[in-house]
């Protein structure tokens, strides 16, 4: 294997096809971007960069406000779409089959169909050539609670998250490992396996034991 140096291109990849819902709920417009990030935890700051000659970048920088709304594979089409037309001339809500719904804090819409939707306002704007960065503080998160787990926390394994890379769109695929996996002490690693297997034959004997009550009211 030889690697060959290109000039200098924005290959950074995968890279969440976010969908930016802005404007308000009476005008609400939405395109997909891919240049957007997390910039610091605490505060949690945020970044866009969309171009001068969007139609959001004007509704936003009118607004100072804009919501990030993770995407899916359900909404793999929308994503692509609120991508290649303006909402100078279209309702991409209406094409797109998307809903747009309040928010908590800002007027700007989110988007239902989406797992999680990161309310923003703008803090500062700065215009590095093709892009205008607009720098955001995060002020409330908004969750679909059907991927809340148990424990409480946000597991997303089973939402179908979206990827975009070079051009293509991809989805997640297997969950390998969780943050810090690679220097767990091998006890610790045993003891998750033992508790993972005693969940799935939880989970196994309350299948059979459903199935079975199934069988028996279906016979009455
Ligand atoms: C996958 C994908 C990623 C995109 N990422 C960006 C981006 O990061 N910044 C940007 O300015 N435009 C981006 N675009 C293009 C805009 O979404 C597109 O120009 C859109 O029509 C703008 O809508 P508006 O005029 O309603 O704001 C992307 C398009 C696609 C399909």
Same mark, same amino acid.
């Given at each position: 294997?030889?690697?060959?140096?290109?000039?200098?291109?924005?290959?950074?990849?995968?890279?969440?096809?976010?969908?930016?819902? +802005?404007?308000?709920?009476?005008?609400?417009?939405?395109?997909?971007?891919?240049?957007?990030?997390?910039? +610091?935890?605490?505060?949690?700051?945020?970044?866009?960069?969309?171009?001068?000659?969007?139609?959001?970048?004007?509704?936003?920088?009118?607004?100072?406000?804009?919501?990030?709304?993770?995407?899916?594979?359900?909404?793999?089409?929308?994503?692509?779409?609120?991508?290649?037309?303006?909402?100078?001339?279209?309702?991409?809500?209406?094409?797109?089959?998307?809903?747009?719904?309040?928010?908590?804090?800002?007027?700007?819409?989110?988007?239902?169909?989406?797992?999680?939707?990161?309310? +923003?306002?703008?803090?500062?704007?700065?215009?590095?050539?093709?892009?205008?960065?607009?720098?955001?503080?995060?002020?409330?998160?908004?969750?679909?609670?059907?991927?809340?787990?148990?424990?409480?926390?946000?597991?997303?394994?089973?939402?179908?998250?979206?990827?975009?890379?070079?051009?293509?769109?991809?989805?997640?695929?297997?969950?390998?490992?969780?943050?810090?996996?690679?220097?767990?002490?091998?006890?610790?690693?045993?003891?998750?396996?033992?508790?993972?297997?005693?969940?799935?034959?939880?989970?196994?004997?309350?299948?059979?034991?459903?199935?079975?009550?199934?069988?028996?009211?279906?016979?009455?």
């Amino acid at each position: 294997m030889t690697k060959i140096t290109w000039k200098p291109g924005t290959m950074l990849a995968p890279v969440p096809p976010a969908l930016i819902s +802005c404007g308000t709920m009476e005008k609400p417009n939405v395109m997909t971007a891919a240049w957007t990030g997390i910039i +610091c935890s605490d505060p949690t700051l945020v970044y866009v960069s969309i171009r001068p000659s969007r139609f959001s970048n004007t509704l936003i920088r009118e607004t100072g406000e804009f919501v990030i709304n993770v995407p899916t594979i359900a909404l793999a089409k929308a994503v692509d779409l609120c991508g290649v037309k303006s909402g100078r001339n279209t309702d991409k809500f209406k094409l797109a089959h998307i809903t747009p719904e309040p928010c908590s804090v800002v007027s700007a819409p989110q988007i239902k169909e989406s797992p999680v939707s990161l309310e +923003c306002k703008v803090k500062n704007i700065t215009s590095y050539g093709t892009h205008d960065m607009f720098l955001a503080e995060v002020v409330a998160v908004n969750v679909d609670d059907a991927y809340i787990n148990s424990a409480q926390a946000l597991d997303l394994s089973k939402a179908g998250l979206l990827a975009y890379a070079h051009g293509f769109y991809y989805t997640l695929g297997k969950k390998i490992g969780k943050f810090g996996w690679s220097v767990e002490k091998k006890s610790t690693k045993r003891k998750r396996a033992a508790r993972l297997s005693q969940q799935k034959s939880a989970t196994l004997t309350s299948v059979r034991k459903h199935g079975k009550i199934k069988k028996e009211s279906g016979k009455k």
